[in-house]
């Protein structure tokens, strides 16, 4: 593996471990707000988290692109903020990954939220346990594996991200040059042997994440794939 | 029982997963570290300024290969070189991509269009444009290319092809070669100055010389289309995608066939030079970018990099790899040096 390699090998873990830690920050309280929630526009909400599954990276690539934009309020606030351009930077990849992986952490975390009984949450409260005190010390704990999956689903997906990447983050090594994107220029160049060795990696990281996942219990397997509430 | 916000128990295996993840970050960052410090040339002593900078270059796919070894004879041949990272790409897509406010320093590109539009926009240091090089196309197919058990293309892979070859003999090898192709990849016409360049000479082709399989194969009642287009992102795309597809003609640049002749692995391929008066030359400049986000030593290393491809060293390093050298520009480092600001 060249030098350029090994940086985007780093970067690629980067991104996914950054987007992980915001990703959970996010989708827990919006998990929690969705499977509460008695608000009549909920199922707005829903279907905006759910459309990364649906919509062409391309699609919201290009609105990224055009959000980043230098001239833009967005970016200009972002340089206000950080003293750093948003468009073809890091920051914007973890904002694009954030929007791109945000329905693999809150859909596992929802329908966990969702099988959690009332009547649990009712005795704690009758015990005088606050609301605060209820989420981090009944609901977190009793969501343990959800929380596991959400994350791992989470960091596998911002590793697999192409579309969005390729659109709002060209190709610039140690800043926007994950693997999926290292293996797409070898390609194009012709290096098949680094492109072989990339692919490898991938590869194995994905089924291996999945292996342990799967392994981890087939309860865990069964939010994963049919958001089905469980108790532990 | 006793409810408490935080007790230690129940926020103990949250803990341990964040400590956990911040390490990881720790180790990422650190083993970067090591792994930019390894990729990068060792920091000259006495120039501390120099090696902290990294230019970013962007650079036309056709000149990828060019570059790094422009880059390398640079920084052995100037101890005060920056160090840099090159992301290449179609000139098109990098202009988009500039405008956008991707953070580059430097753009080699593969017209004139371009890097002037930059300049206009007040994205470029002024006095830097550079004429680097002029582009040479070369039609490539296949050994077995062969349309209907007809041998065309074979009979006019010789003189008309060779790089000085008389242009009308050239224009009717292309036109044969093109003949019995089924496809033809070319780069993006829409982004890629080679591919609109290529698209340009198909059309010349079709006019001057009508394509037309009967007067060539006798009784052939095959198609008289032309040859189906297929569109690759930018050249070094196009050569991937005949390396590795049914398509039998690519139009590429020179100095990718001349780096890596025979990369088609089982077939051979046969590569048809392009005489230059066919088509509109492909004039390739580069200029300094004016990136509002860094210091002003970024401006003055780009255009010292520029002075340098424009200088004999430089110029005898483009031409080797099979580009025509631009007539010579006057060295504008002073007049650009002054505009860094």
């Known amino acids: ?232 | 029982m006793k409810f408490s916000l935080f007790s230690t128990q129940r926020l103990r295996s949250t803990g341990t997963a964040s400590l956990a993840a911040l390490c990881w970050l720790a180790y990422l960052h650190a083993t970067c570290v090591a792994a930019q410090a390894n990729a990068l040339p060792p920091a000259q002593p006495g120039h501390a300024s120099a090696s902290d900078i990294t230019l970013h270059i962007a650079v036309a796919a056709n000149f990828t290969a060019t570059l790094q070894k422009l880059l390398d004879a640079y920084a052995r041949s100037a101890p005060t070189a920056a160090n840099s990272v090159i992301s290449s790409a179609s000139t098109g897509t990098l202009f988009h991509q500039i405008v956008h406010g991707a953070p580059f320093d430097v753009f080699f590109a593969a017209n004139e269009v371009h890097p002037r539009e930059l300049l206009a926009r007040g994205l470029g240091v002024q006095g830097s444009l550079l004429n680097y090089a002029q582009g040479q196309l070369v039609l490539l197919h296949k050994k077995n290319n062969r349309r209907n058990g007809d041998d065309i293309a074979l009979q006019f892979t010789t003189d008309a092809c060779k790089r000085n070859a008389n242009a009308n003999n050239n224009a009717d090898a292309l036109s044969a070669i093109l003949q019995s192709a089924r496809q033809v990849i070319i780069a993006n016409p829409l982004t890629a100055p080679y591919g609109s360049v290529s698209k340009q000479l198909i059309e010349q082709l079709k006019k001057v010389k009508p394509i037309k399989r009967d007067s060539i194969v006798p009784g052939n009642t095959a198609t008289k289309k032309i040859p189906e287009l297929l569109i690759a992102r930018n050249v070094m795309h196009a050569q991937q995608l005949f390396a590795s597809s049914a398509a039998d003609a690519a139009f590429i640049s020179l100095p990718q066939f001349q780096a890596n002749p025979q990369a088609g692995r089982k077939q051979s391929w046969l590569a048809c030079h392009v005489n230059t008066a066919l088509h509109k030359p492909i004039l390739q400049f580069a200029i300094a970018l004016a990136n509002a986000n860094r210091p002003r030593e970024y401006r003055s290393q780009s255009v010292a990099l520029l002075a340098f491809a424009n200088s004999n060293q430089g110029r005898r390093i483009i031409a080797q790899h099979g580009y025509v050298l631009a007539p010579t520009t006057p060295n504008s480092a002073n007049k650009a040096a002054n505009n860094v600001e």
């Open chain 1, 1 to 232: 593996m060249s030098s350029n390699d090994w940086l985007a090998l780093w970067l690629t873990a980067k991104l996914a471990t950054v987007s992980t830690l915001a990703l959970m920050a996010i989708g827990i309280p919006l998990a929690w707000w969705l499977a509460r929630s008695q608000f009549r526009g909920k199922a707005i909400i829903e279907a905006l988290v759910a459309l990364p599954i649906v919509l062409p990276p391309t699609v919201i690539g290009f609105y990224l692109l055009i959000a980043f934009a230098p001239d833009t309020a967005m970016a200009k606030a972002w340089q206000a903020a950080f003293g750093r351009p948003l468009a073809f930077s890091f920051d914007g990849l973890v904002l694009g990954s954030i929007i791109y992986s945000l329905p693999f952490v809150v859909q596992p975390l929802q329908s966990r939220f969702e099988g959690i009984s009332r009547a649990t949450l009712l005795s704690a409260a009758s015990l005088g346990a606050g609301p605060m005190d209820r989420f981090f010390n009944i609901v977190l704990p009793l969501s343990k594996r959800a929380l596991l999956a959400a994350a791992a689903l989470g960091f596998c997906h911002t590793v697999g991200e192409f579309g969005i990447v390729l659109m709002i983050g060209g190709s610039i090594p140690g800043q926007t040059q994950v693997l999926s994107i290292a293996l797409f220029d070898h390609v194009e160049s012709m290096n098949f042997r680094s492109a072989h060795i990339l692919a490898m990696l991938l590869l194995l990281f994905s089924f291996i994440s999945l292996l342990i996942l799967y392994a981890k219990g087939a309860k865990t397997a069964r939010v994963v794939q049919r958001g089905e509430p469980f108790d532990e």
